[in-house]
């Protein structure tokens, strides 16, 4: 009895504990400039055109995967009714505030599942956060070049950096880009509804097929997701971006009290009987989308960097991708400069691969090599923080999920539109007509839904996105603007066979080099991982 009373009373103070850091957190979020609510995604009271869709930065998706997770800011520059504009721009902690908010999203969620490809022991937690930090001041760095490029083009959007490097004729590349990102990040939307939502109605008392995984996937899509779709504006849904940030720092720390109170801890010494809800897991080997108990030097009995750290490298590419939003936020920085939007992106991404770092410690800490794609599977179902973190994540995701949607559709229409002339995707200002919408929304949910309904592990879709886009957006890009640039005679007189200095071409190359590499490997290895035992 005694036992128990101590028990209760270190809950007691652990949920307090939470409270005061999610009250915190709202409170900082409450205090931000109105710069924060300015990215709206669609514009108020209009028929839906892609046009005006693609002129809006959506630097409201957290993301992600694609970003959210990561958001992506699409072909022209904000229309003039953007919600609340700030003329003077944002200040630098305010666009800092932006940019981690951007960058932290649902790609996040597969992190912790993401160290078990290097090691099984909790030894190869610190190797994993060194990878992290070295890929985050990579991503950061190429954040700042292709702020360095908006600058010295004067450029309003990510594709008129493209037109003025690369050439207006293959701008088409990035609306491809936008539309393989969005669909992966939507697939992975609706994978991670069908997760959290089937837990939750398992928590509360659902069983057989109303606390199905397929269930919830198309019970959400018919009944929510598909009907946002539909809507005429989505701006009221912006504010979703700030519920995912709430949902990262909560869900963070609620994995943190779980992996310092031992609540999932195997038997020991110290408890015979292990964690409280470690008997309430069930065991590895189980089917569906059961959590798994922990399990610690099962497999490999340690750690190592081969070939399958580049799963790890494919997942945190996909955390960091928020780069086609880099010239909005350059834009938008009050007094901006290369140099003080360098410090923003520093900040930025300090701040999220901190949170990064926190997060795959504490979930891989609990869990081990059994951590699931979805970490949040791996909770048991009685665990009511576990349960809190499941609602507040799919809930944002929920409607986060229309607004990566529209960025898809504006981008797959623009691709069917392409002027073959100019060889650049472009759409006629007029609104899409009621059944192209219908025909193209459906179509699209349908291909995503099925996806979702027959994948299972979100961290392949995490690291998919990550080597086949993160690695393109994040390195070959940024390096290529930086390679052209160099060849400008209007900039620094180096011409096409000029007199760039071994570091620029190193820097350049090394970039597109990197991004290749991380893009061939990782897709070849995320699929054989997926889909053989060849890697074991």
Not at 98 to 112: F, R, V
Not at 114 to 136: E, H, N, Q
Not at 177 to 200: E, N
Request: net charge positive; charged share 10%; aromatic share 10%.
């Amino acid at each position: 009895r005694t036992m128990m009373t101590a028990s209760d009373r270190k809950e007691s103070t652990m949920m307090k504990l939470v409270v005061v850091l999610l009250a915190l957190s709202s409170s900082s979020l409450a205090f931000t400039p109105a710069s924060v609510v300015k990215y709206s995604a669609i514009p108020k009271s209009q028929p839906f055109s892609l046009t005006r869709c693609r002129q809006q930065p959506l630097v409201a998706l957290t993301s992600t995967l694609a970003a959210d997770d990561g958001a992506l800011a699409t072909s022209s520059p904000p229309a003039a009714d953007v919600t609340e504009e700030v003329s003077q721009g944002s200040s630098a902690s305010a666009s800092t505030f932006n940019l981690a908010k951007n960058i932290m999203g649902a790609g996040s969620i597969s992190l912790p599942a993401a160290i078990a490809s290097i090691g099984d022991t909790k030894g190869a937690i610190l190797p994993a956060i060194g990878i992290l930090f070295v890929m985050g001041a990579l991503s950061a760095f190429t954040f700042s070049v292709i702020g360095k490029e908006t600058s010295r083009y004067k450029a309003a959007n990510f594709e008129e950096v493209w037109s003025q490097t690369i050439g207006p004729k293959s701008i088409w590349v990035i609306s491809a880009s936008i539309a393989v990102t969005t669909f992966l990040a939507c697939t992975a939307y609706a994978m991670i509804i069908g997760d959290l939502v089937s837990a939750l109605a398992s928590t509360f008392g659902f069983t057989g097929l109303l606390a199905a995984r397929s269930t919830s996937i198309l019970g959400l899509t018919g009944g929510v997701i598909m009907p946002l779709c539909f809507l005429k504006s989505l701006a009221a849904l912006s504010v979703t971006s700030l519920l995912g940030v709430f949902a990262v720092i909560f869900s963070t720390t609620v994995m943190g009290v779980r992996f310092f109170d031992g609540s999932y801890a195997l038997p020991s010494k110290a408890a015979p009987l292990g964690g409280k809800f470690l008997n309430l897991v069930q065991k590895g080997g189980g089917g569906g989308n059961l959590p798994f108990q922990p399990s610690f030097g099962a497999l490999r009995g340690g750690w190592s960097l081969d070939h399958m750290s580049f799963v790890l490298l494919s997942c945190l590419g996909t955390a960091f991708l928020c780069h086609f939003n880099a010239p909005t936020f350059y834009n938008d920085l009050k007094d901006k400069s290369p140099e003080r939007f360098d410090k923003v992106a520093r900040v930025g991404f300090g701040v999220s691969t901190a949170v990064f770092a926190a997060m795959m410690a504490f979930g891989f800490g609990t869990f081990g090599s059994a951590t699931a794609g979805n970490v949040f599977v791996n909770y048991n179902s009685a665990d009511t923080l576990a349960t809190l973190c499941r609602f507040a994540t799919a809930f944002s995701i929920t409607f986060t999920y229309p607004l990566a949607f529209v960025a898809l559709k504006s981008a797959v229409v623009a691709l069917m539109n392409t002027n073959k002339d100019k060889g650049s995707a472009e759409v006629e200002a007029q609104p899409l007509s009621e059944r192209t919408n219908f025909v193209v929304t459906t179509g699209l949910l349908t291909v995503i839904t099925s996806l979702a309904l027959v994948l299972k592990d979100l961290g392949f879709v995490a690291a998919l996105t990550g080597s086949l886009m993160g690695s393109l957006i994040i390195y070959v890009f940024p390096g290529l603007f930086r390679l052209k640039t160099l060849q400008n005679p209007r900039f620094g007189g180096h011409g096409p066979n000029g007199s760039m200095t071994l570091g620029d071409k190193a820097a350049s190359y090394g970039l597109i080099g990197t991004g290749a590499v991380l893009g061939v490997v990782g897709v070849v290895v995320s699929f054989l991982k997926q889909f053989t035992s060849i890697l074991g």
